[in-house]
Nanobody, 119 residues
Framework: QVQLVESGGGLVQPGGSLRLSCAASRNISLIYAMGWYRQAPGKQRELVAASTTAGSTKYADSVKGRFTISRDAAKNAVYLQMNSLKPEDAAVYYC?????????????WGQGTRVTVSS
């Protein structure tokens, strides 16, 4: 079991940047694949970025080139640097087990952190 706490969301203007943080209650080096998901109102939750302990990363096409996922094993944290934000990036962002084809753990969902992109 691991507890994940997301933070760093907020209101940003289009074109702005935010850095989201996900703090884990245990050693994330033991978790092969971690990802950031988002859920906008009326839409399904989607995986937008994922990374493995081997250093591989994957991104949804909609965020490729703008978002960067990273890990800090010493801090048991996963980050999502979001640049050139667009109104369509507005959503609640969550971290969890994540990799294409790999299901997140339902018991790991935290409260998420809300990102609002608006002028």
């Amino acid at each position: 079991q691991v507890q994940l706490v997301e933070s760093g969301g907020g209101l940003v203007q289009p074109g702005g940047s935010l850095r989201l943080s996900c703090a884990a209650s245990r050693n994330i080096s033991l978790i092969y694949a971690m990802g950031w998901y988002r859920q906008a109102p009326g839409k399904q939750r989607e995986l937008v970025a994922a990374s493995t302990t081997a250093g591989s990363t994957k991104y949804a096409d909609s965020v490729k080139g703008r978002f960067t996922i990273s890990r800090d094993a010493a801090k048991n944290a996963v980050y999502l640097q979001m640049n050139s934000l667009k109104p369509e990036d507005a959503a609640v962002y969550y971290c969890n087990i994540g990799w294409p084809g790999l299901a997140p753990r339902s018991e790991y969902w935290g409260q998420g952190t809300r990102v609002t992109v608006s002028s």
